[in-house]
């Protein structure tokens, strides 16, 4: 069969990858018209501002959507006149962690999949594409055909493909521009493979030949959970290693140094920290557990389990530290809190590491300041809400303070957590910020982010994760 050549693409969902992923399409593609839609009226207000205030933080995002939008890039809420004209659709909706019923609290919420799946049925009065871009538990496509086939019209054939996502928040663009891989899966019939030669046909307008990855639909779908589980295992086990680090006096970074020398390990990802975030990593690594225990494998689930325990524990831990070292109490005491998003060069704070720090110091009725370069006010205020429930925001605002520098933040206070790796924190002024402080000043560096020694010289107690010493 001879492969569609896809000249309109509509992406449902314009959110953090939605947006970034197509938009990095219509640049590259010229000749493709690239629509990206969704219901959120506010979100495509954002992305179509005259004077570009995007509705997500993302270093490089802006020239891209300079370059193509008004060309060959349109932001719309129409979704079906977008599903109507396309040849090729991305599915690219949030696919979060189930709050109640079935599966509550590890299995996928479908919602959204299923409704645009339905949407697309509809509308549609030709034959489609349609793409799973967003992150879905394995056999999921299978679903969607069924949804698909059941409501299409006469003519009309779905070919569903899965296309996962491996960008990563703070460097969308160079990830897209760039891929270490692409991914395409599909079924292994001659529609299925020349469904897949089309999409593999776009992304080769920018994609090396041998970047881009054709397998089965399902080894397309649970590699994109096994990623996320895999690298986000590697961050539990490197915080495993800091905790015993602390106890025994050896030092995460020299440990993470030796072991990444040896070829099979590699140096990257790391990182001792305070714990990993973001919207992915804990709801991915839960959605195969959520399948493991579906497919009758308690061990494997309990296995996968144990990295966002371990998660959950780090972060503990390190408020723990916090409170041990300002002498069991932090009762009344100012802390600064820098860094809110969930990582650096992003405005996302999904799971942020932060929010939890910030509701234990909440609960121990410490005061505390906040200062992140990029995320909105309301953003904080609503996040904290959502982490200190029952509690009125008025009431949070009483102990609460979000600051416009960092060097505001640190004003009065007893200690300072660095909780985001924003690069302007290693170049804070810390000799002023020493000055503004009560002492004994401490530090607590949850992202082995600043040069601990040259603190202490300035006079702090520095309190770094995986190494014993305070000074
Ligand atoms: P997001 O919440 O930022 O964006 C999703 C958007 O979809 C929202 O704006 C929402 O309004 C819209 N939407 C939902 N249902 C819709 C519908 N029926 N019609 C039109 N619009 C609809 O989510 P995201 O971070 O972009 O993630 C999207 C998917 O990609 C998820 O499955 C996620 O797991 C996956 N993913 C995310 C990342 C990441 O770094 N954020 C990376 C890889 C994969």
Redesign the pocket.
Request: hydrophobic fraction near 35%; include cysteine; glycine fraction near 10%.
């Given at each position: 069969m001879a492969p569609i050549k896809v000249t309109k693409i509509c992406c449902?969902?314009?959110?953090?990858?939605?947006g970034p992923t197509c938009a990095v399409i219509a640049v590259k593609c010229p000749h493709i018209k690239v629509t990206i839609?969704?219901?959120?009226q506010s979100?495509i207000d954002a992305w179509n501002s005259p004077d570009f205030k995007l509705p997500i933080y993302e270093p490089g995002l802006e020239n891209v959507v300079r370059e193509a939008r008004g060309r060959n890039l349109f932001f719309s809420t129409n979704?079906d006149a977008a599903i109507e004209e396309a040849d090729l659709i991305f599915v690219?909706?949030?696919?979060p962690t189930k709050k109640s019923g079935v599966g509550a609290g590890s299995a996928a919420d479908l919602n959204?999949v299923e409704?645009?799946t339905r949407?697309i049925a509809t509308v549609a009065n030709s034959s489609k594409i349609v793409v799973e871009?967003?992150?879905?538990p394995c056999r999921t496509a299978e679903s969607m055909r069924t949804i698909l086939e059941a409501n299409s019209k006469p003519n009309c054939r779905f070919d569903i493909l899965s296309n996962?996502?491996?960008?990563?928040?703070g460097t969308a663009i160079t990830d897209l521009f760039n891929p270490d891989r692409v991914l395409i899966g599909s079924l292994q019939t001659p529609e299925g493979l020349s469904a897949c030669n089309s999409l593999s046909a776009v992304y080769a307008n920018w994609v090396p030949q041998e970047r881009i990855l054709t397998v089965g639909l399902w080894s397309s779908e649970l590699s994109k959970l096994a990623a996320n589980a895999m690298l986000a295992q590697r961050i539990s086990s490197i915080n495993a290693l800091s905790a015993i680090c602390e106890a025994t006096g050896a030092n995460i970074d020299e440990v993470a140094h030796a072991i990444g020398y040896d070829s099979r390990v590699g140096p990257k990802f790391l990182k001792a920290s305070v714990g990993f975030g973001?919207?992915?990593f804990q709801?991915?690594i839960l959605n195969l557990v959520y399948l493991s225990e579906s497919c009758h494998l308690p061990e494997v689930a309990a296995y996968w389990r144990q990295v966002v325990e371990m998660n959950e524990y780090q972060k503990r831990r390190f408020s723990k530290r916090v409170v041990d070292t300002l002498f069991n109490t932090i009762t009344g005491k100012r802390i600064a809190v820098l860094g809110f998003a969930f990582k650096a060069d992003t405005g996302?704070t999904r799971e942020s590491a932060a929010i939890t720090l910030i509701k234990d110091f909440h609960s121990e009725r410490a005061l505390v300041n906040i200062y992140d370069p990029q995320v909105e006010h309301n953003q904080i205020w609503s996040d904290l809400a959502d982490a200190i429930p029952q509690t009125p925001v008025d009431s949070i605002k009483k102990q609460v303070t979000i600051c416009s520098s960092a060097l505001e933040a640190c004003k009065d206070a007893e200690a300072v957590v660095i909780a985001t790796e924003w690069k302007e924190f290693r170049e804070i002024d810390w000799e002023a910020v020493y000055a503004g402080m009560n002492k004994p000043a401490f530090v607590f560096d949850g992202r082995l982010l600043i040069d601990a020694d040259k603190l202490r010289k300035i006079g702090f107690k520095v309190t770094t994760i995986g190494r014993a010493e305070v000074a």
């Open positions: 449902i969902g314009a959110g953090y990858v939605g839609v969704d219901l959120n979100r979704v690219s909706v949030n696919t959204y409704l645009a949407r871009k967003s992150t879905v996962p996502e491996f960008l990563a928040e973001g919207s992915c709801k991915d996302d």
